[in-house]
């Protein structure tokens, strides 16, 4: 299998090295992002804004933005700590603090998803290279090699055409199938973080929360009345 596999690459000749390596860079692209847009990034949505949500009802603004510090790698946690820090703030200061939010976040989300797309379609113009350049050897041959010569050449020539095509569809194809896949799954988190960000920001500019302050985020405990006689 080796054997076939190795005299297969021999055939594409300089053209199927740079398609193979081509697919290498797009595997790495590929797991790379699956790690982080399936399992980094992953995140109980309606959960995780819910208790925010419980938080903020109940006035308890310090414990939301704790439970986001537990979650900062999450980009959607990430932004709501952003958001949530300007909370006690003007309207205008929270829907500001929102827009800047949002565009710290989605780059997170759509870094290097762009480059599978590319190298797709740069295996594919290459083995359409290594296509042309075996038909020219094929016809190189039949123009002006020896008898001798021909029909080595010949096949030469057709067997580098017909393998390059082939090696750049087969990196080709899967890289554009999981750049639509990654896609989808890069929007949808797009998608949630922006609708739950603007959730998050309408439920602050009507809450009027009071500013944060040591005595806000750190009541002082008043001292009951029996334990005021029994010091006095």
């Avoid at 109940?58 to 909370?87: G, H, N, Y």
């Avoid at 780059?107 to 379609?121: E, F, G, I, Q």
């Amino acid at each position: 299998m080796f054997s076939s596999i190795f005299e297969f690459l021999r055939e594409a000749g300089v053209w199927g090295g740079l398609i193979v390596m081509t697919g290498c860079i797009s595997i790495f692209f590929i797991s790379e992002r699956i790690k982080v847009l399936y399992f980094q990034y992953g995140l109980d949505v309606n959960e995780f804004s819910q208790k925010i949500n419980q938080f903020i009802h109940s006035k308890k603004l310090d414990e939301a933005i704790v439970l986001c510090s537990q979650l900062e790698t999450k980009p959607m946690a990430r932004a709501f700590k952003t958001i949530l820090e300007k909370a006690d703030r003007d309207d205008e200061t929270i829907f500001q603090t929102h827009d800047n939010a949002m565009s710290e976040i989605i780059p997170l989300y759509t870094r290097r998803l762009h480059y599978l797309s590319m190298l797709a379609n740069v295996a594919t113009m290459i083995g359409l290279l290594g296509t042309i350049s075996g038909l020219i050897t094929s016809f190189k041959a039949v123009a002006k090699a020896d008898a001798a010569l021909k029909q080595q050449l010949l096949s030469s020539g057709i067997a580098e055409s017909l393998n390059t095509t082939l090696l750049g569809l087969v990196v080709a194809i899967p890289a554009m199938v999981f750049f639509s896949i990654l896609t989808g799954r890069q929007n949808q988190l797009i998608e949630q973080t922006t609708e739950k960000c603007g959730k998050l920001t309408e439920l602050l500019t009507s809450a009027h929360l009071p500013q944060l302050n040591r005595q806000n985020v750190f009541p002082d405990m008043p001292i009951p009345p029996s334990v005021q006689n029994k010091v006095s």
